[in-house]
Structure formats: C-alpha cells, structure tokens
C-alpha cells in the first residue's frame, strides 16, 4: 500500500532536499512594499498570501513540501483563514507537499470535524496533532488519513525549552513520557504503513534534542519525524541528522524564519525575500546532506 | 484585582446556573428549515449562525456563558471563522462571557498569534489550552490574559475514555501525570489570582472521573474548573458536583448537545430547538444545585 508518506519520500528524493519551508508570516518578515497593505485584517491577510506565493514560485522546484502554521493566519479572522487556504491551494497546485501545523487535538465528533475540515479535501495533505486525549483523539484522524491517503505529524517530543517540563517526566516504569507516546505513536499508526517502511502516523520530534531524538529514532522505525527547531531555535544540521535513518530517511526537517526572512540576515542582504528564500533553502539541504553523510 | 473570574462567578450568580451552553452546531442538530439552505459552506456557515443566534436569544437570561467549538466552524473554512466571530459577537453582545473551546497550543511567536488572534479582541473571554508544549506554551496566554483581563482553561483531564491513555500515567513519583499538570496549571496562574480566590488559569476536568476531580479540586484550591462530558458523555449532577468547592462554587459544567439539540429528545419533543434548549439549561441548573446540596 502506497501512503502520503511514500509520496512525500519520493518528493524529497526527488528535489534531493529534506526541507519543508515553514510558512509562518509574521508581519515584520514582510518587505516594506507589503507591509504598506497591511493595515487592516483584510490587507495583513492579502499581503501575507501574496508574500507566500511568491516564496512558493521560487522554492517549488527545490523543497518537497511547505508547512503552513495556522496561528499566523488565525490572527486575521475569516480573512486569515482564506489567506490559509489560498496559500495551501497554491503551494498544492505547485505540485508541492502541504503541511497544516494546527496542533489540533479533541475528542469523538468533535476530532472527527476537525479531521473533515482540514483532511476531508484536497488542500493540505498532512496536520500536526496533539496526542494529550489519547486515542479517542487520534482514531478520527487516523480513519480520514486510511480513507483519504491523508497522514498526520503527532506531537512526541517538542522543540522548546521547557517541552521537558511535561514531556520529560519519568514515568513509573523509568521510561520519560515522550517515549512512551513515542510508542503510543508507532502503535496508532500501525495499520497505515506504506511501501517505505513508515506510517502515515509520524511524529513531531525537535532537533534541539539530539539524543532524545536519536533513541526515538531507534525505537519507532515506522514512524516517519517532523523535525522542528532548526534554525532560529538552535538545532544544527548534525542535531537534525539523529531524526533521520540509517539510509539517511525517515525525516523531514522545518526551517520557518531561516527560509522566509533569511533576506533579513546579513548574509543574504540585498536580495529580495523570495531569492533569499531559494539560496536558503538550497543551502539547509547542503547542511542537512553533509551532516547526515558524517553521522 | 478583580479578574474574569470574578466576573464569571457573578454571573454564574446572578443567573443562578452554573451552566455554560455548547455551541457545538453539528448540521444534524439543525431543525429541517435550517438544514435547507445548509448545502454549500457558505450556506452552512449562515445555518448554523442563525441556529445559534436563536439559542442566545432563548438562554441569554438564565446562563451566565456559551462555549464556541472551533471545530465545527473550520469546516466551513473561512465562512465558518466568520459564522464562529459573528456568534461570539451576537453572545457578547447579548450579555454572555463567551469562551472559544480552541485547544491551542504551541510555543513562542506562534502562541503569542494564538493569544492575540483570540484574546487580543473583544470577542472571547476565555480560550481552552492543552499544555503538551509546558510552559512556553502558557506563558504568552497568561501574558496577555493579565493585560486584557482574559482567560484560559487548560486541559488537565479530560472527559472521554481514552483520555487516561496518557493523562493517567503513573509519574515516579506515584502521582498520575494530570495531577502533575493540575499543579503545573496552579502554579502558572498563581500571578492572576482574583478577588474570589480563583486564578484566570483554570482548568479542564471531567464530569466522568468525579473522584479524580473530586482530588483535584482540593488539592488546587485557587483552580476554576471548567467540566466537560455532562449529559450525552454520561456525566451526572453528582458527578459534576465534584467539581465544585464546599461553597457551591469553583466551577462551570457544559453542556452541549443536551442543550442545543434537547428538541430531538423525546422529553422536549414538539418544541422548538430554542424553547427546548432553555428548557434543558434550567433542568440542568436545577440538577446541579439539587446535587451541590446533597454532596
């Protein structure tokens, strides 16, 4: 059986690039010519749809997949979640992957709306999901990702400092509870691996924990990792290496604000953001080879 | 300082109910004369709109609150983050304290988005938080809920079977990881304590597991409870009653199908969706203070 993941694989080999783009727009990362729109609900909302095309149109042929997180757009009301929608509906036409970071996480019909709105079309291809409810809040998703060939990315062990100060906790059984919903994972999504090897079932591990990582890894090798946290957070190429396999897959790694503002940064000046973003993106997948080649 | 809190208590005591109506608009709630124009998202969208529009003005003077699902608004893309804010709007503007039951989570600028995108404006009182991401996660809440007089509930534990899954977890220190969060939640509230002893960081707990919320609510003396799984999830006025402070007080109890599809129940049969609804919020109001009085 062929899942979403076997095609987000072949699209990484394909661009030869295990980066999703994250598209997370922040009004500051704007250039000055939109940021003048942007001064309404509605022109924030325009002004960011345009700024992600245009990133789309010069990444398309580089990066496999883009992954569009929703805080951003829910700040400008209906007008941002349009601005969503238009931006998931043009990366999709551009032949990419299209990621859906909604951390969404609720229980029986309640999950199941959530699975139809954001897995039941054709826009996005995968969500983040929260794994805090339990199965109950994992099996309607799971059931729209078997109908739909949908997949979806569960939070295990996050990217951000304190994410130890829950997900760490010792359980009873000496086992920290991110290994243990680690398990819970690979178990959920046993019934949805594709020809790869990995379910459509993955999981959200940070690169800013090598080591955790590293066991996780070794531990669900159904179980395909989103890898936040490089970049701006702190995690390096060699850090984001310990997500991926043996055969150097199994991971795809995110870079939000070191792809979309990296015109920002001293050594992308003078271009404009849409350039910086392709020399950017290239530049992550040399990191990301090399490391893996020394791993 | 007076906080939400406050102002949720008073309300809860001058409508005499300590209920907060759910409006969770599933199409198949909907009386036939809305379910006619229910066919495109748009149509949809204004369906549901009106739907609850009629509930507010048939509840508006015996319950002090509505709960907004999310989930059942993003189905509807972006008509339906217009129909979620214009049903916010007709509630604030018809007296209630309306909280968005959006399950947010994530770290840094992206919860600060999530806070400002919900909290920032007048639309929602209170929004529903899971704390997976620890307290990076909360932070940008409790931020602005101090500035703009807001709110939140974080998840603790919740109402569905499976929720033990995870949230029951045996810690090594011998408590179950929701009492660890319970005190996490406590101590992340601790600044923005009100008048009334109760902190605007309350949290999510379970009509189901009245014993587990019956501990909780002592051992977090400061913590407002809002209590799911009421009614259709096979919570009583006595389980509920767990929730609740020997003063009567501490905690509000949703009730969502049970109120607004109480019409399709034989005992409100042959009544509107709206009369039958204020009906069912006055039972429910009585049930619970006949069980506050026998606890």
């Known amino acids: 059986m062929t899942n979403i993941t076997d095609k ?4 990484i080999d394909e661009m030869n690039n295990p980066t999703v783009a994250g598209l997370d727009p922040r009004i500051d990362f704007l250039p000055d010519e939109l940021k003048k729109t942007a001064t309404t609900f509605e022109g924030c909302a325009k002004a960011v749809t345009e700024f992600n095309c245009r990133i789309i149109d010069s990444i398309k042929d580089i990066v496999p997949a883009v992954k569009i997180q929703s805080a951003f757009y829910e700040l400008y009301s209906h007008y941002g979640t349009l601005a969503m929608d238009e931006t998931a509906k043009y990366a999709k036409e551009s032949g990419l992957i299209v990621m859906a970071d909604v951390k969404r996480n609720d229980i029986g019909p309640t999950a199941e709306a959530y699975a139809a709105a954001y897995l039941g079309g054709e826009l996005y291809d995968y969500i983040t999901v ?26 295990a062990r996050m990217s951000n400092p304190s994410a130890a100060d829950i997900q760490n906790m010792k359980l009873e059984s000496g086992e920290p509870l991110y290994m243990h919903i680690g398990g819970l994972i690979e178990q959920w999504g046993s019934q949805l691996v594709g020809e790869n090897g990995y379910s ?4 959200v591990v940070g690169a800013t924990n090598p080591d955790e990582a590293r066991f996780l890894r070794k531990k669900l090798p159904s179980v395909f990792f989103l890898v936040p946290g490089y970049g701006a957070q702190g995690g390096k190429g060699k850090d984001a290496a310990a997500s991926f396999d043996e055969k150097g897959k199994g991971a795809i790694v995110n870079n939000s604000r070191g792809i979309i503002a990296a015109y920002k ?13 392709r020399e950017a993106a290239t530049a992550m997948a ?3 080879y090399s490391a893996l080649k020394n791993k």
């Open 8 to 11: 987000l694989i072949a699209k």
């Open 130 to 155: 929260n794994p805090y409810p339990g199965y109950d809040g994992i099996k309607p998703f799971a059931d729209v990702c078997a109908k739909n060939g949908k997949g979806i990315f569960v939070l």
């Open 200 to 203: 459509a079932v993955g999981a």
């Open 265 to 277: 940064t001293d050594k992308y000046k003078g271009m404009t953001y849409y350039a910086a973003a």
């Open 286 to 288: 040399e990191d990301l």
